[in-house]
């Protein structure tokens, strides 16, 4: 029996392509691969296009722009990645590729979906709650650090605190920071500085590093130990771009180890000028309080002096003089009214006695016989101020009063035309010119 078909199916490149394609795209919907970069580049379009390997297969790759600007690191030859995408065929060459659609180095991107992983297991269990943070103490009493002995870390913590508020008792409380067993050595710790009780606060803290440096500060037993320590904890793990698990459950999570120092204790050049301001805001409230008391005591002082009895009979005895005065006073007008109007009443009686009346009726005459002389004058008297008044007008509006100031009147000797210009004569004319006194004949000789 042949196994050859009975009819010849004649297909071309590209339907067979096409074929090839469509079994590989319905059958892989997304893949993960992981690989070493090789061949890699980047045209000026900003499509990606490399080829992963192993040490016995290769497979191209192509992540297009618009993904290629979501990565987060520059990809190189050489570079172990994990790319996620579909399997594809590119036609014009028949060579399946993988379109890819994320591209992550491959150690940080297994860590770091671990570390999504157990976050979100935590998150879920609450310790990330801010309800259930702690508050700092203000002025710490004791500070334990939990961090490595000889790491860049202490240092900077250690020079920043010495700098801001050095009387802060500090205790190292060492630690290994990465490396197998580290997490527990600080789990071992926190949990042994909780309780002793010696701290106020407890600040957790390492340099900066990669992803899998800093593993051990994302240790979910040493996360659910910091959420149960019963003294506040800081975290101040790695950069400020570092995120860990024990930054999200800690009490209070700070950029870096140095900026946490800051933010535990205050500035003791603040405190003393704070200090300062509070002194002297005392010693003023102090002087108005002093003040307000003297002037309470010295009302006090005179409400007792005004309360003495001796005081009091003083007062009684010149209210009691005052009284006499008074009663002195109404006793002597008392006596002295009926003289008062008997000499009222015998003035009253001088006044009518006929020789006063008598007295006065002759003074009253002797006025009017006055006026009667003084009455026909009067008249005569105004008329001639009133005269002498238009007299001088006249005088002050005639023009011999201006002649009299050295002015001259000048005429034409044929008309008598007063001359006002020089244009009014000619040369040779005759003419007359008044003066205050006399006259003056003159001939014109010429004009200016």
């Keep these: ?24 795209e319905g059958s892989f919907a997304q893949v993960w691969v992981e690989g070493e970069i090789s061949g890699f580049a980047r045209p000026a379009s900003g499509h990606c296009y490399f080829t992963l390997k192993d040490e016995r297969a290769q497979v191209r790759c192509a992540l297009f722009r618009q993904n290629a600007q ?30 890819l659609e994320h591209l992550e180095e491959a150690g940080e991107g297994a860590l770091r979906r671990a570390f999504e992983q157990l976050k979100a297991k935590l998150e879920a269990e609450g310790l990330f709650d801010p309800a259930r943070k702690r508050p700092l103490p203000a ?28 009387l802060l008792p500090v205790e190292v409380l060492p630690v290994p920071v990465q490396g197998d067993g580290a997490a527990a050595r600080i789990r071992a ?49 790695g950069h400020e771009t570092d ?13 870096t180890p140095s900026a946490a120092a800051e933010l535990l204790v205050p ?24 003040a307000t008391r003297a002037q309470r005591t010295d009302q006090a002082w005179l409400r ?43 003035r009253r009686l001088d006044l009518a006695h006929p020789r006063a009346r008598l007295a006065a009726h002759r003074h009253r005459l002797a006025l009017l016989g006055q006026r009667l002389q003084v009455a026909p004058q009067r008249p005569q008297q105004q008329r001639c101020a009133r005269l002498a008044e238009l007299l001088r007008t006249l005088e002050s509006l005639s023009p011999l ?17 007063i001359v006002r210009e020089a244009d009014d004569v000619a040369v040779g004319d005759a003419v007359h010119a008044r003066l205050a006194e006399g006259r003056l004949r003159l001939r014109v000789e010429g004009s200016d």
């Design 243 to 255: 995120f860990s698990l024990a930054d999200f459950v800690a009490d209070l999570r700070a950029p």
């Design 189 to 237: 710790m926190l949990d042994a500085a909780g309780r002793a009780g010696r701290h106020d606060v407890l600040l957790l803290a390492r340099g900066g590093g990669s992803l899998e440096d800093l593993w051990s500060f994302n240790d979910v037993d040493l996360a659910r130990a910091i959420a149960a320590s019963p003294v506040p904890v800081v975290s101040a793990v």
């Design 1 to 24: 029996m042949s196994l050859l078909p009975r009819e010849r199916q004649v297909l071309r490149p590209s339907q067979l392509n096409a074929l090839a394609r469509d079994l590989l």
């Design 70 to 99: 979501r990565l987060r690191f520059l990809p190189r030859d050489g570079m172990l990645v994990q790319a996620r995408g579909r399997l594809t065929l590119y036609e014009a060459r028949g060579d399946y590729q993988l379109v």
């Design 401 to 417: 009063a201006t002649l009299a100031r050295g002015y001259a009147l000048v005429q034409r000797a044929d008309d008598g035309r």
């Design 304 to 346: 007792l002096q005004a309360a003495r009895p001796q005081l009091r009979l003083e007062r009684g005895q010149r209210r009691l003089q005052q009284l006499r005065e008074r009663l002195e006073r109404r006793q002597r007008q008392l006596l002295a009214a009926p003289g008062d109007r008997l000499q009222r009443l015998q």
């Design 139 to 166: 002025f710490p009493r004791r500070l334990g650090v939990i961090t490595s002995p000889t790491g860049a870390a202490v240092r900077d913590i250690l020079s920043v605190l010495g700098r801001r508020f050095p």
């Design 267 to 290: 500035d003791c050049r603040e405190l003393q000028q704070r200090l300062q301001q509070q002194q002297r805001r005392l010693a003023g409230a102090l002087s108005r309080m002093a």
